[in-house]
Each structure stands twice: as structure tokens, then as C-alpha cells.
């Protein structure tokens, strides 16, 4: 999966579950099912039913017609798997107030970025999204190394889950030391199997970590100098090296308790680096634009949707908290156009000649400019809103910008 795929699931994951966590039900009739790999679709659809037929006792007939109704279309939209996905599948549906006394029924199924391992069925006014919260998470990689004398512990963060790959007991012995040996031939005996020992930890991190995808960085932390000493000897491969995020991590441990502490000193600097990506092409941008000419610099939808379309843009900027729509719009006339909107569900002017315009078709605006870049290439950042950058994005040219190979004017 290409880093644009990787990035427009994540987006739409984001986007659906921001939706999914707004709505409330009147009653208790919000149906959230979550499905593990390795259970069976006929016992899922058994369970359901069993639950179908409990909710014939529900005393409000409002109630019970709909939550009967939002199994019907669960089990309806189950049917087509014949077997749960490796990752598991998740099912949200029920009605939800519209304007007046009015309801709808929403569904969203969702393959979730990350494995679940349990079952639940849970009928409430909310949908139950707590399983899937820590996914919201910044999903991109990085390596953990924890390491001194005694012992090195290699691992990988993937959101918020730690897991350890690698553990090493060293064989460096003590400096304090009885016999007769001399103290000089023992100390270069201790410095050979600290050596082998630091070699044994960077071959195992070059396996595990080289040529990883999606790999964004490498923590190293640890007690006391041995962790400087280990990356500043160039035990490490010199691809890895240059993805040693720095400055190095006290901890107080090297085993897999030290993995949880790295990564929580390393909280706010893992925040900087994604911020700091951003602020790159963002600054980028701006050296474009300050040119006497405007530079490689495109803004402002339809510019950049005119350099987008001849392949001409390298680096398209989109702000995440873009919430907009991309509609085709028809009149009777027999006028098509298409047209960036807020709500694709109000009433709409043909914009060739005022008269009153149907939406024939609409989608996501971000999902079709990820469409849209695909076509050459063209890679995707989103911009966050949680920075005078991203916020810049947003009021000053309309939430998306473009970074151009060649000018188209």
C-alpha cells in the first residue's frame, strides 16, 4: 500500500469515526458489533438473532421497531463476507434525530487499521467506540532501542502499541573482579565483550529496522552514557543513523518496562517530528510564493484543481479539518457542473443559469483530491490544524495549496 493509500485510509478511519462519535440516539437503540478475525459469520448472525427476538420485549414500539430494523440491516450488510477480515470488521447502525421529530438510519461499516481481538454487541444511546479510540492515533513507526552494559531491548511503537522484538542478556562482565588477574588484561577483556556486545544489538536493529516501511525514526534511551556511546561509535548501519531522533532518552530500565519509559519521555519530541514535517512543506511553500513570479506555487481550489489535473503539482497541501463536499450538480435546463460545498443535502442554484439544481453525485472533497494526485503521483500531506501553519492553510488560501514541478503559466 502506497504512502497516499496508507494516508487517505487513515483520514477516512478519522472522518467516519468523528461522524459515528457525534451521533445520539433517543433511546437505547444505537447498535455498535465488533467481529475479530477467526469468529464465524453464521454464529455472528445466530447471536443477532437471539438478540432480534429479545428485543421484541422492549416495552416503547418506537424503540423496539428500531432497533429490530438496525439488526435487519446489520445481518443484510454481514451477508456479504463469507469470512471476517484479518484485522475484524466493526458495524455501527441505527436511527438517529433528524430536524423536527424526524429520524434517519445510519450505517458505517469499518475494517479498523488495527487487529480487535474481542466480540461485543452493545445497544445504547451512543455507539461504542472505546475499542477504537487509540486508533485515532498517529499510526506511523518507529524503532525503540534500550540499552547499557547489562542488557538491550529492541522494539516498535505503531501508535499507541509498544511491542518488543528483540531481547539481550550481555555477556560483559562486572568491573569489580576477584583473582589474579591484572587489572589492565581484565578491563580489555570487559571493553572486548562490551564491543561484541554493542555489535550483536546494531546487526539485530539492522534486521529488524532497515528497509522497514513506514519507519520514521529510531529512540534510543537508556541509563547513563551507554546509549551515547553506542550511537556515536557508529555501531549502528549508517541508514539507521541517520533516523536516530535525538537528543538520546534517560530511562531507568532496558528491558520491556524501558520500552514504555522511552516512549513516554518521547511523547512531546514524537508530536515535534510530525509538526516539523508539516512546517517543512509549509515553509516550502512559502519560499515559492515570496518569488517575484510566484515560484512552484499554486493556491486556492481552482488553481491548484488545474495544476492537479495536468499532472503538474509535486506536493499537494491539504488542511485535515477541510469538512467540505465535491458535488456534481444538474438542472433542467440540462447544465452540469461541479461545485465545492458545505452540505451536500441543502438546495442548490445551477451556477450556468439560477435555476434550481439537483446534486446528481458526491464524495468526500479530500477523498477525490487524493483521487485526483494518484493519477501522477503526486504525493498527499495533510496539514493539521493544531499549528500557525496549518491554521495559515486554512483561512489564507482556502485550505489547500500545491507545491508544483513545473509552472502551467
Avoid: W
Avoid at 441505527?94 to 474481542?118: C, F, H, N, W
Avoid at 441543502?346 to 483530491?369: F, H, N, R, W, Y
Avoid at 483521487?371 to 500531506?381: G, I, P
Amino acid at each position: 500500500m502506497g504512502e497516499n493509500s496508507v494516508d487517505r485510509a487513515r483520514y477516512d478511519f478519522k472522518k467516519a469515526m468523528q461522524e459515528i462519535t457525534a451521533y445520539k440516539g433517543r433511546g437505547t437503540e444505537l447498535i455498535s458489533v465488533y467481529i475479530p478475525f477467526g469468529r464465524l459469520i453464521s454464529d455472528v448472525m445466530a447471536y443477532l438473532r437471539e438478540e432480534q427476538s429479545q428485543a421484541t420485549n422492549i416495552k416503547s414500539k418506537t424503540t423496539m421497531k428500531n432497533v429490530t430494523s438496525a439488526i435487519d440491516s446489520i445481518m443484510s450488510r454481514l451477508k456479504t463476507y463469507r469470512t471476517v477480515p484479518e484485522k475484524g470488521i466493526v458495524v455501527f447502525c441505527g436511527e438517529v434525530p433528524r430536524a423536527g421529530d424526524q429520524t434517519k438510519m445510519v450505517q458505517y461499516t469499518l475494517e479498523p487499521p488495527e487487529a480487535i481481538s474481542t466480540f461485543y454487541y452493545r445497544c445504547d444511546s451512543s455507539f461504542f467506540t472505546e475499542p477504537l479510540d487509540a486508533m485515532l492515533l498517529e499510526k506511523k513507526s518507529y524503532g525503540l532501542i534500550t540499552i547499557d552494559r547489562k542488557e538491550a531491548t529492541l522494539g516498535m511503537l505503531s501508535g499507541s502499541k509498544i511491542t518488543v522484538l528483540k531481547h539481550f542478556d550481555s555477556l560483559v562482565p562486572s568491573k569489580h573482579h576477584q583473582g589474579g588477574q591484572s587489572s589492565v588484561r581484565f578491563e580489555r577483556l570487559i571493553e572486548i565483550a562490551a564491543h561484541e556486545f554493542y555489535k550483536k544489538v546494531a546487526d539485530n536493529a539492522t534486521e529488524v529496522f532497515l528497509n522497514r516501511e513506514g519507519l520514521q525514526g529510531i529512540l534510543v534511551g537508556g541509563p547513563g552514557s551507554t546509549k551515547d556511546f553506542f550511537v556515536k561509535e557508529e555501531y549502528l548501519h549508517h541508514e539507521l543513523r541517520k533516523k536516530v531522533v535525538t537528543p538520546y532518552f534517560d530511562t531507568g530500565y532496558t528491558d520491556e518496562s524501558g520500552l514504555r519509559e522511552l516512549v513516554d519521555a518521547a511523547k512531546d519530541t514524537l508530536v515535534d517530528i510530525q509538526l516539523t514535517v508539516e512546517k517543512e512543506y509549509m515553509q516550502r511553500l512559502f519560499r515559492e510564493i515570496r518569488k517575484p513570479d510566484g515560484g512552484l506555487s499554486a493556491y486556492g481550489e481552482g488553481d491548484v484543481r488545474a495544476a492537479l489535473d495536468v499532472g503538474a503539482v509535486d506536493v499537494l497541501l491539504v488542511s485535515e479539518t477541510l469538512d467540505r463536499s465535491r458535488v456534481t450538480l444538474e438542472c433542467a435546463s440540462g447544465h452540469s457542473s461541479g461545485a465545492t460545498v458545505d452540505d451536500p443535502d441543502a438546495k442548490m442554484a445551477c451556477p450556468v443559469c439560477g435555476a434550481q439544481a439537483k446534486v446528481t453525485s458526491s464524495e468526500d472533497l479530500i477523498d477525490g483530491l487524493f483521487e485526483a494526485a494518484d493519477k501522477f503521483s503526486t504525493h498527499v500531506q495533510l496539514i493539521s490544524g493544531d499549528s500557525e501553519e496549518g491554521d495559515m492553510l486554512l483561512k489564507a488560501f482556502g485550505g489547500m495549496a500545491a507545491i508544483l514541478r513545473y509552472r502551467t503559466a
